[in-house]
C-alpha cells in the first residue's frame, strides 16, 4: 500500500538552512506536496511539485524531487523562528483526488 | 472569506457517548474530506466526499459515519464514541482540479474520550 515517511524531528539554528526529507511509494503520484502546520492550527499548503520536474524554488523554499528514488526534500534558506512548524509531506493516489500524508517532521529553530 | 470552517473546536466525551462534528466550506468546492491525526501518525483519511450526494471511505472509517448534506456542508459522526477516537480531527476540501489536490484545511476539532 502507500506510504509516506519523514522524520519524525529536526532543530536547526536561526539562519541556517533546514533540509526535510521524504520518502514515498505511489510512482504513478502527479503532484507532490508540503504542508505546514503551526501549533493548534490546520495545515496549510506550502508548496507542491509536479511529478515530471527535478526542483522548484520559491522564494526560500526549494523542492527537489528525486523520482528514480522516490524521495522528496524541502531546504528553507536562512531559516527564521517562524518557520517552526510541523511540516508534511503528501503525494496523491495515481489519479484520484485523496492525498497519502507523511508523519510530519516538526522543525524546531532556536536562536 | 472563512474558507473551512469546523465546529467545535474542542470536545469531552464519555465512552459509549455520540456527537457530529460540523465542517462547512464557503469556497464552491467540490470535493471535502475528513482526517483524524495523532502523533507519530501524521494524518489518516477517514471518509471523503468527491461531489455533493457522494461518499467513500478513506484509511480508517471503522466507528464514524458521514453526511454530504449540501455541497458546503460535511459532517463526520462518531455513533458510539471509544478511547481510541481520540484525536484531532481535521475537516478539508478541494476544488478537485484532476491531478492537482491542493487541500484547504479548517482549524481543527481537539476530541478526548475518557
Known amino acids: 500500500g502507500e506510504d509516506v515517511e519523514q522524520s519524525l524531528f529536526l532543530s536547526v539554528r536561526e539562519g541556517d538552512s533546514s533540509v526535510i526529507n521524504c520518502t514515498y511509494t505511489?510512482?504513478?503520484?502527479?503532484?507532490l506536496y508540503w504542508y505546514k502546520q503551526e501549533p493548534g492550527a490546520g495545515l496549510q499548503l506550502l508548496t507542491y511539485?509536479?511529478?515530471?520536474?527535478d526542483m522548484k524554488q520559491d522564494q526560500r523554499l526549494t523542492v527537489l524531487l528525486n523520482k528514480k528514488d522516490k524521495h522528496l526534500s524541502l531546504r528553507i534558506a536562512d531559516t527564521q523562528t517562524g518557520d517552526s512548524a510541523i511540516y508534511f509531506c503528501a503525494e496523491s493516489i495515481g489519479d484520484t483526488d485523496k492525498l497519502i500524508f507523511g508523519t510530519g517532521t516538526r522543525l524546531q529553530v532556536f536562536p | 472569506n472563512a474558507g473551512v470552517t469546523q465546529t467545535p473546536k474542542f470536545q469531552v466525551l464519555k465512552t459509549g457517548q455520540s456527537m457530529t462534528l460540523q465542517c462547512a466550506q464557503d469556497?464552491?468546492?467540490?470535493?471535502m474530506y475528513w482526517y483524524r491525526q495523532d502523533p507519530g501518525m501524521g494524518l489518516r483519511l477517514i471518509y471523503y466526499s468527491a461531489s455533493e450526494g457522494t461518499t467513500d471511505k478513506g484509511e480508517v472509517p471503522n466507528g464514524y459515519n458521514v453526511s454530504r448534506l449540501n455541497k458546503r456542508e460535511f459532517s463526520l459522526r462518531l455513533e458510539s464514541a471509544a478511547p481510541s477516537q481520540t484525536s484531532v480531527y481535521f475537516c478539508?476540501?478541494?476544488?478537485?482540479?484532476?491531478?492537482?489536490?491542493?487541500?484547504?484545511f479548517g482549524s481543527g476539532t481537539q476530541l478526548s474520550v475518557l
Open positions: 469556497m464552491n468546492h467540490n470535493s
Open positions: 478539508a476540501s478541494s476544488p478537485q482540479v484532476p491531478g492537482n489536490e491542493k487541500l484547504f
Open positions: 511539485i509536479f511529478s515530471n520536474m
Open positions: 505511489d510512482s504513478s503520484s502527479t503532484y
